[in-house]
């Protein structure tokens, strides 16, 4: 499939897709599009980036033009369900930017952190597309305020993450209102057992594509690791902001209170920086976000939970204050970086504690990720036994996508002493060891991960959100 135009999508579709500048359709789009045009249920693994949204938003366009009808009073003909607020959000937007000329086209969002009067009254004459997160979309319910028993299509979005998030319950239920009827299109990053169940549950005779196992997304990404002690991670950032040159730079941490410790350093330090997380409101989220969105503000602190779904072009440097203890993470939050082909560095902070996360990450992604060590007092060679790789090719920058060392055989190689990520402090730069796992062989868990997906898959693209017209495109309901 080279051209939209070989997908026989309405012409109104295939009219906002050349104003939205989409040449080609991307493989998660090649596979999808077709399927779902023939009315049949899907389940795409596939992540954030590679276009999966259009893969399912504009073959439901199309049915919704041509199979026109009017929605019923409170009801919506399509339900997409989406773990985050601002994911929905962007859903939505996609959905009325391909759809900006079809008329009539109602789109309704349904989160929490905002008013529901609103979103009560919006539903009150039916819509074709409701894109919600569980919660609110049940206290809607709840309300009255919306039926589920006219849904043709309804849009399981991120999956994994609503398991993560806890919305395994409340799906089912949503599930449960919904006609049997109906298609289902299934999108996981990943498929745990636990989603596999539920994907059983709630599809029929689902087509499977898949495009980008988890660890794909890593190769187009530098990364690096410094080894530090845990009290020097405030001062290493305010090293690493000097030196790097940056643009927008997302910081990770584990915790909101350790998120707004970060935030308080960084501007004792003068620089500006804010923190987005569980605890801040959905007004504040939506400002800072814009901010970092409009590049007024160049540095956000967020926490695993608050970034899903954050989609923003442009960052430029991730960086991991804490590592993540799940591996997956640790995917997630680099593939902040690097989207639209443009390639991004991920810097991690590993302190002793964090040793056994590394580790796993390593496994998992299969790389050995190039590291400096800035701990004090520790020598070389008194380092734990999975760091002793020595170099390899003794290049004097980090290897980048396949070139990092993959599974086994040596270190990626400094060779020498300048792994330097950046502390601009000359006496504490690479000692000249490589963080490795030591590990030969594939664990099991690598094997998962892998999942026996087509190869190739590590060249799947990740797009960007360019400028488009549809940030700007408040009016969401059309005229009827
Ligand atoms: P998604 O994975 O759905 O979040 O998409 C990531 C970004 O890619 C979005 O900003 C889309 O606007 C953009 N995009 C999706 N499909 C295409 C395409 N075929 N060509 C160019 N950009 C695209």
Same mark, same amino acid.
């Given at each position: 499939?080279? $051209? =939209?135009?070989?997908?026989?999508?309405?012409?109104?579709?295939?009219?906002?897709?050349?104003?939205?500048?989409?040449?080609?359709?991307?493989?998660? %789009?090649?596979?999808?599009?077709?399927?779902?045009?023939?009315?049949?249920?899907?389940?795409?693994?596939?992540?954030?980036?590679?276009?999966?949204?259009?893969?399912?938003?504009?073959?439901?366009?199309?049915?919704? =033009?041509?199979?026109?009808?009017?929605?019923?009073?409170?009801?919506?003909?399509?339900?997409? !369900?989406?773990?985050?607020?601002?994911? $929905?959000?962007?859903?939505?937007?996609?959905?009325?930017?391909?759809?900006?000329?079809?008329?009539?086209?109602?789109?309704?969002?349904?989160?929490?952190?905002?008013?529901?009067?609103? %979103?009560?009254?919006?539903?009150?004459?039916?819509?074709?597309?409701?894109?919600?997160?569980?919660?609110?979309? !049940?206290?809607?319910?709840?309300?009255?305020?919306?039926?589920?028993?006219?849904?043709?299509? !309804?849009?399981?979005?991120?999956?994994?993450?609503?398991?993560?998030?806890?919305?395994?319950?409340?799906?089912?239920?949503?599930?449960?209102?919904?006609?049997?009827?109906?298609?289902?299109? =299934?999108?996981?990053?990943?498929?745990?057992?636990?989603?596999?169940?539920?994907?059983?549950?709630?599809?029929?005779?689902?087509?499977?594509?898949?495009?980008?196992? +988890?660890?794909?997304?890593?190769?187009?990404?530098?990364?690096?690791?410094?080894?530090?002690?845990?009290?020097?991670?405030?001062?290493?950032?305010?090293?690493?902001?000097?030196?790097?040159?940056?643009?927008?730079?997302?910081?990770?941490?584990?915790?909101?209170?350790?998120?707004?410790?970060?935030?308080?350093?960084?501007?004792?330090?003068?620089?500006?920086?804010?923190?987005?997380?569980?605890?801040?409101? +959905?007004?504040?989220?939506?400002?800072?976000?814009?901010?970092?969105?409009?590049?007024?503000?160049?540095?956000?602190?967020?926490?695993?939970?608050?970034?899903?779904?954050?989609?923003?072009?442009?960052?430029?440097?991730?960086?991991?204050?804490?590592?993540?203890?799940?591996?997956?993470?640790?995917?997630?939050?680099?593939?902040?970086?690097?989207?639209?082909?443009?390639?991004?560095?991920?810097?991690? =902070?590993?302190?002793?504690?964090?040793?056994?996360?590394?580790?796993?990450?390593?496994?998992?992604?299969?790389?050995?990720?190039?590291?400096?060590?800035?701990?004090?007092?520790?020598?070389?060679?008194?380092?734990?036994?999975?760091?002793?790789?020595?170099?390899?090719?003794?290049?004097?920058?980090?290897?980048?996508?396949?070139?990092? +060392?993959?599974?086994?055989?040596?270190?990626?190689? $400094?060779?020498?002493?300048?792994?330097?990520?950046?502390?601009?402090?000359?006496?504490? +730069?690479?000692?000249?060891?490589?963080?490795?796992?030591?590990?030969?062989?594939?664990?099991?868990?690598?094997?998962?991960?892998?999942?026996?997906?087509?190869?190739?898959?590590?060249?799947?693209?990740?797009?960007?959100?360019?400028?488009?017209?549809?940030?700007?495109?408040?009016?969401?309901?059309?005229?009827?």
């Amino acid at each position: 499939m080279t $051209s =939209f135009n070989d997908f026989g999508l309405a012409e109104p579709i295939l009219r906002a897709l050349a104003e939205e500048k989409y040449v080609t359709p991307t493989p998660i %789009q090649a596979q999808t599009v077709p399927i779902v045009l023939q009315g049949r249920d899907v389940i795409g693994i596939a992540q954030t980036g590679t276009g999966k949204t259009a893969a399912f938003a504009l073959p439901i366009l199309n049915h919704i =033009f041509t199979k026109r009808m009017r929605p019923e009073r409170k009801s919506c003909r399509v339900l997409v !369900l989406s773990p985050t607020r601002e994911l $929905s959000g962007q859903i939505a937007d996609s959905f009325r930017a391909y759809g900006r000329h079809m008329r009539p086209l109602a789109i309704e969002l349904a989160i929490g952190g905002v008013p529901i009067n609103r %979103q009560v009254r919006g539903m009150n004459h039916g819509v074709e597309v409701l894109v919600a997160t569980p919660g609110r979309l !049940l206290d809607l319910v709840n309300q009255r305020a919306v039926t589920l028993n006219q849904v043709e299509i !309804l849009v399981l979005d991120e999956a994994d993450r609503m398991l993560d998030m806890g919305f395994i319950n409340d799906i089912r239920k949503i599930v449960a209102m919904l006609r049997k009827q109906r298609q289902t299109l =299934f999108f996981s990053a990943t498929m745990p057992g636990e989603i596999t169940k539920l994907a059983d549950a709630m599809l029929t005779n689902p087509e499977r594509v898949a495009v980008t196992p +988890q660890a794909s997304t890593v190769d187009r990404i530098e990364q690096r690791v410094i080894l530090t002690d845990k009290a020097a991670k405030p001062a290493l950032l305010v090293d690493v902001l000097k030196t790097e040159t940056t643009d927008r730079v997302l910081v990770f941490s584990r915790t909101k209170h350790g998120a707004d410790k970060i935030v308080r350093h960084l501007q004792k330090s003068g620089y500006g920086a804010e923190a987005i997380h569980g605890n801040k409101s +959905q007004n504040q989220r939506e400002r800072v976000l814009a901010d970092f969105r409009n590049g007024k503000l160049r540095i956000l602190i967020a926490t695993d939970i608050a970034a899903r779904g954050i989609d923003v072009d442009g960052v430029s440097h991730v960086i991991n204050y804490d590592l993540p203890n799940i591996p997956e993470s640790y995917v997630h939050r680099i593939g902040r970086t690097a989207r639209a082909g443009a390639d991004g560095i991920a810097i991690s =902070f590993c302190d002793h504690e964090e040793m056994a996360y590394l580790r796993d990450i390593q496994r998992m992604i299969r790389i050995t990720i190039p590291s400096t060590d800035n701990r004090t007092g520790v020598r070389a060679e008194s380092r734990p036994a999975e760091h002793h790789r020595p170099g390899g090719n003794g290049q004097n920058r980090p290897n980048r996508g396949r070139q990092q +060392q993959r599974g086994h055989g040596s270190g990626n190689g $400094s060779g020498g002493n300048r792994h330097n990520s950046g502390n601009g402090q000359p006496h504490r +730069q690479n000692r000249g060891a490589q963080a490795g796992n030591g590990q030969n062989g594939q664990t099991p868990r690598a094997e998962a991960a892998q999942g026996g997906e087509p190869a190739g898959i590590g060249s799947v693209p990740f797009l960007k959100r360019g400028n488009e017209p549809r940030r700007n495109n408040a009016g969401h309901r059309a005229p009827r």
